[in-house]
Nanobody, 123 residues
Framework: QVQLVESGGGLVQAGGSLRLSCAAS????????MGWFRQAPGKEHEFVGY????????IYADSVKGRFTISRDNAKNTVYLQMNNLKPEDTAVYYC????????????????WGQGTQVTVSS
């Protein structure tokens, strides 16, 4: 069992930055690839990005590529989502998720989820 807790969300103006954190507890954090997803009101979960177990490689959705960066610190059992040049369309609840097997963009293929943190970008 893995417990995930996101933090760092808030209200920011367009063009601003936020850094989300996802702290993990339970089974060995380094055993899991970590994904970030978001869900805007009335919309499906959207894949944001993924980082492999070692942190050596990342994958991003086209909508955030060049603006968002995922990193992880396995010693601290934490994964981060640095979001720069935020846009109003980035407004959503952001979730981190853990996956024990290979990379996926499908939220339902992940094993564990956090409770989410709200990000609101004003224009």
């Amino acid at each position: 069992q893995v417990q995930l807790v996101e933090s760092g969300g808030g209200l920011v103006q367009a063009g601003g930055s936020l850094r989300l954190s996802c702290a993990a507890s339970g089974r060995a954090f380094s055993m899991y690839g970590m994904g970030w997803f978001r869900q805007a009101p009335g919309k499906e979960h959207e894949f944001v990005g993924y980082i492999i177990r070692s942190g050596g490689s990342t994958i991003y959705a086209d909508s955030v590529k060049g603006r968002f960066t995922i990193s992880r610190d396995n010693a601290k059992n934490t994964v981060y989502l640095q979001m720069n040049n935020l846009k109003p369309e980035d407004t959503a609840v952001y979730y981190c998720a853990a996956k024990s097997t290979s990379y996926s963009t499908r939220y339902y293929e992940y094993d564990y989820w956090g409770q989410g943190t709200q990000v609101t970008v004003s224009s």
